[in-house]
């Protein structure tokens, strides 16, 4: 009886200790229109590079390159408490960047999957 409920134990300290990574929102990019960026817990994140995103870009987007060398350091310069809402082009760099953020602590973090291209049509 002892041995089971050990185990018992041990499955819910171990279950009670999930990453945050696996708890990772995932939205459409198309679903921003009713979130009120003027909010300023609220970021809108482009990580397309500058080019990019002097191109075309979702109104009230920060851009950092994700595919920059100071990526990692620009993101330890941003507020962990907002709420970080990461698109790019078509999902793949916004998965990344979101896993990066989350690795780096941040605990709110949206990656809007389906990207710019699916903004634009």
Do not use: W
Not at 88 to 114: I, P
């Amino acid at each position: 009886m002892r041995y089971i409920l050990l185990i018992i134990s041990f499955l819910m300290i171990l279950t009670s200790c999930q990453t945050k990574m696996e708890t990772q929102e995932i939205s459409s990019v198309n679903e921003i229109a009713q979130i009120d960026f003027a909010d300023e817990n609220k970021v809108l994140l482009d990580v397309r590079t500058p080019e990019e995103f002097n191109a075309g870009n979702i109104p009230n987007s920060v851009n950092i390159d994700f595919n920059s060398d100071e990526f990692d350091a620009m993101i330890q310069d941003l507020d962990k408490e907002k709420t970080y809402y990461v698109y790019c082009k078509s999902g793949n760099r916004s998965t990344k960047a979101s896993q990066k953020m989350q690795e780096a602590g941040f605990q709110h973090v949206v990656n809007l999957k389906d990207g710019y291209s699916a903004y634009q049509k």
